[in-house]
């Protein structure tokens, strides 16, 4: 069988009492980085056997994984921080267990999207998570201009090295749509900055943003300020 388990997005401290006792169950661990990975079982004080299941070999891995999982074997599926599957690996190997009619257990958990949509103050009740912001730039704009349109929530992933271009393309699309950078969520230095692009960008000139950070933008919805 699989279990998906998701895993502290910083703060170690929120790993569930169900993830351990998965952890703990489990054959074989299958993680996105081995080390990583093993730097949180060993805090945990669980010792076991991984495999490696990253973007560049999920799929010549599945087969082995499906073949050991038919023949009894419990495989803990996890990946860096958050749920796997939400733009970490772990889909390919769910969607083939399901093909194959093997069973799967999804642990609820942390996810730095469902952290930064309730922390940004945003309407919360419906939302577009869109993933990584792409690098190029028109195909970025093209995505903000997407996000701009919709009358929900839109949320993405972020570079810090690319957030200021990001800021600067929407200043220059909708500068009155209020946005919310959420930065290192659940560690020492999270914060949240919510305002227009051009307050977010005063704010990154003196202080040039670092860590994981999750992009907002407002819906278009009445309770967006017109522009």
């Known amino acids: 069988m699989l279990t998906v388990v998701p895993t502290p997005i910083g703060n170690r401290q929120d790993i569930t009492l169900r993830a351990i006792e998965a952890l703990q169950a489990s054959d074989l661990v299958a993680a996105e980085d081995t080390r990583h990975s093993g730097m949180l079982l060993a805090h945990l004080g669980i010792k076991k056997p991984f495999v ?121 699309i909708s500068p009155r749509r209020e946005v919310c950078v959420a930065r290192e969520l659940s560690k020492t230095f999270e914060e949240y900055l919510r305002g227009m692009p051009h307050e977010l960008l005063a704010k990154f000139s003196s202080k040039p943003p670092k860590g994981e950070i999750t992009l907002l933008i407002r819906g278009s919805g009445r309770e967006t300020e017109e522009e």
Do not use: Q
């Not at 958050?82 to 642990?107: N, Q």
């Not at 922390?119 to 690098?135: E, T």
């Open 52 to 172: 490696s299941l990253h973007a560049h070999n999920e799929s010549s891995r599945c087969g082995e994984l499906l073949d050991r999982m038919a023949s009894g074997l419990h495989v803990a599926l996890v990946s860096d921080a958050g749920m796997p599957g939400i733009s970490d690996p772990g889909h390919r190997l769910i969607r083939a267990c399901v093909d194959r009619g093997l069973p799967i257990t999804v642990l609820p958990g942390p996810c730095a999207v469902v952290t930064a949509l309730v922390g940004s103050g945003f309407p919360s009740d419906r939302f577009y998570f869109g993933g990584f912001l792409p690098v190029k730039s028109g195909r970025r704009v093209s995505e903000l201009t997407a996000a701009l349109e919709r009358r929900e929530t839109s949320i993405f992933y972020e570079s810090p090295h690319r957030i200021v271009k990001t800021l600067a393309a929407l200043e220059g």
